[in-house]
């Protein structure tokens, strides 16, 4: 996902991150392995977190100096798609999101 128009101080804040994380774990059922692992860049930078699931994992690079943050949910199963929008609108305050899916899986 491209999230755009997002607030700057929740793009540096990894506890923020770490909420959306945690929010998506539970709505796509999904199990996380060990711990999330956060780098925090010093100002004016951003955030970059990853999640090892046993589905893939998750990750997330934030740019509060433009109000973007890319965001990658990486699934080997089918799952019903959430509402990302307003998930992201609550907890990083984007304006929007550009969803893109790309089915996985091994071709026959």
């Known amino acids: 996902m491209d999230v755009s128009g997002c607030a700057a ?15 998506l774990v539970v709505v796509l059922d999904l199990r996380v392995i060990g711990q999330p692992q956060w780098h925090v860049f010093p100002e004016p930078g951003g955030v970059t977190g990853l999640a090892l699931l046993a589905e893939s ?4 690079h934030t740019f509060p100096e433009h109000g973007f943050a890319a965001l990658n949910v ?24 550009r969803v893109r ?5 091994v071709e026959a």
């Open 101 to 105: 899916e790309l089915p996985r899986g």
């Open 9 to 23: 101080e929740r793009l540096k804040d990894a506890r923020v991150l770490a909420a959306l994380f945690e929010e």
């Open 57 to 60: 994992h998750l990750a997330v």
């Open 74 to 97: 990486y699934c080997c199963r089918v799952r019903a798609r959430p509402d990302f929008e307003s998930l992201l609108a609550r907890h990083l305050g984007a304006a929007s999101c």
